[in-house]
Every structure is written in structure tokens, then in C-alpha cells.
């Protein structure tokens, strides 16, 4: 089959069905909540939490023995670690198809780096590998423009898009690697608002990035502990990674 006329099957199945939807209509439930100024309501979510790292490279640096030695030491952030979401949603109705919403929100999760110190050995041969859990307790307040399709029946589809500030709450004050407090995040998603008989259900799917370099780079001089100094100073910038699947109640 040739792209012209798969193009026209394509075209003539969406026309089917979009004539067989004109005639299947339900009862709408909550029929005017979209009209209301203002309205409020509850989210609960799952995240995922990444970090992307820029290595420094090898870097001369004082040993535990105050000896000026080469360090080489890669680290990375070796798997998406999963979190726990929750907070309130407050949406202000702009026009028909657009409103303004801002949802106050408190992120429990962590970042897993593991780094391998080519300086040392460990007992199979092989270069020493480290690992550090760097949990994260985050307050945010995303400020999201909403735009949504016309409803049909009993949903109606959206894409938001909005920035997020997020400050940290959970100290790693002598971890190997330190992150700052605050931090600014783009993000974009999808999702789609369900009109139940009581209230609205609203999945949602979003993909947040961090603006800037979140590193901690004065953190190294403040370690106490010499030989996690070398780990610290084997990162030269980061920046957040987010997704997070949300689940809004109004």
C-alpha cells in the first residue's frame, strides 16, 4: 500500500469514528465545575528522581596522609530512584479553554550515585566502588498554565506546562556529594480530567527539568572527613531530572 492511500485510510477511520461519537453521548457528570472562578482539591503521586553529573576528570588533591596525589574518580547516577508525592491543587479559571493552577507540593525520594575511585583497589582487583543515597524531602509550589480541549462526555484531555520552585529540606551535610537547597524546574505534561458522579479525577504525566547548576561546589572544603573529599571534588557541576505521575482529586 502506497502512502497516499494509507493516508487516506487513516483519514477515513477518524472520520468513521468521529461520526459514531456524535451520536454516542452520556450524561455529564458535574456539569459545571469548569465554570466555577476558583475551585480546590487533593493530589497524591509517584515519582522518579535523576541527577545528571558533569566528572571532573582526573584533579590533583591532598590524600587522608596531607600527600598531593592525582585523583581519578567517575561518578554517576546509575538508576532513576522512585518517590512519593503529595499536596493540595488550586485552579483559577482564565477562559474556556485555559486556567492558571498552582499546586503546593511535597516530594519524599532520593538520588542513587555510585562512584568508582580507579585509585583504589578492592579485593577482587578491580577498582573501588563507593555508593551514596541522597535523600531528598522537597517542598515545591509549581505555577502551571492549563490549556484543555473541549469535554466530551465525561473527560477532557490537556497539556500544561508551567516552572517549579523546589527547596530541600533534608541536610547531607557530610555526604560525599551535596546538592543546594533551592532549585528551579521547567516543566511539561499531559493528562486528562474525568467527571465522576461525586468529584473530578485527574491523571497526569510530567516531565520536569532543572535550570542552572545544582551542585553544592563550596561542599568539598567542608568535609571533615579527608578521603571523601577526593569523592566530592570528582564532580564539577549537576543538574535534576523529574517524572512524576500524578493523581489530582476535585
Not at 575511585?117 to 535523600?135: C, S, V, Y
Not at 567542608?222 to 523529574?242: I, P
Request: glycine fraction near 6%; charged fraction near 20%.
Amino acid at each position: 500500500m502506497d502512502m497516499k492511500r494509507l493516508l487516506t485510510s487513516i483519514i477515513m477511520a477518524i472520520a468513521t469514528l468521529a461520526a459514531g461519537a456524535q451520536t454516542d453521548r452520556h450524561v455529564q457528570h458535574k456539569p459545571y465545575i469548569d465554570l466555577r472562578p476558583m475551585h480546590f482539591g487533593i493530589l497524591v503521586g509517584l515519582h522518579m528522581q535523576d541527577i545528571e553529573l558533569q566528572q571532573t576528570g582526573p584533579f590533583l588533591m591532598e590524600d587522608e596522609n596531607g600527600v598531593m596525589q592525582e585523583q581519578n574518580i567517575l561518578c554517576d547516577a546509575d538508576r532513576w530512584a522512585p518517590g512519593f508525592s503529595v499536596g493540595v491543587v488550586g485552579d483559577i479559571r482564565l477562559s474556556t479553554h485555559f486556567a492558571l493552577r498552582v499546586t503546593p507540593t511535597m516530594h519524599f525520594g532520593a538520588k542513587h550515585l555510585t562512584f568508582i575511585n580507579f585509585n583504589k583497589k578492592d579485593e577482587t582487583g578491580q577498582p573501588l566502588r563507593e555508593t551514596q543515597d541522597m535523600k531528598n524531602t522537597y517542598v515545591s509550589v509549581p505555577i502551571d498554565l492549563k490549556f484543555s480541549a473541549p469535554r466530551w462526555n465525561n473527560h477532557r484531555p490537556y497539556i500544561v506546562a508551567g516552572v517549579n520552585p523546589m527547596f530541600n529540606l533534608t541536610s547531607s551535610d557530610q555526604e560525599m556529594v551535596s546538592i543546594k537547597r533551592f532549585n528551579t524546574m521547567l516543566e511539561v505534561g499531559l493528562g486528562c480530567d474525568f467527571y465522576l458522579p461525586f468529584f473530578k479525577l485527574i491523571p497526569e504525566l510530567k516531565f520536569c527539568f532543572g535550570l542552572g547548576n545544582i551542585l553544592d561546589t563550596n561542599h568539598v572544603n567542608e568535609l571533615r572527613d579527608a578521603n571523601l573529599r577526593a569523592y566530592a571534588g570528582s564532580v564539577s557541576s549537576a543538574q535534576s531530572k523529574m517524572v512524576t505521575l500524578t493523581f489530582y482529586f476535585e
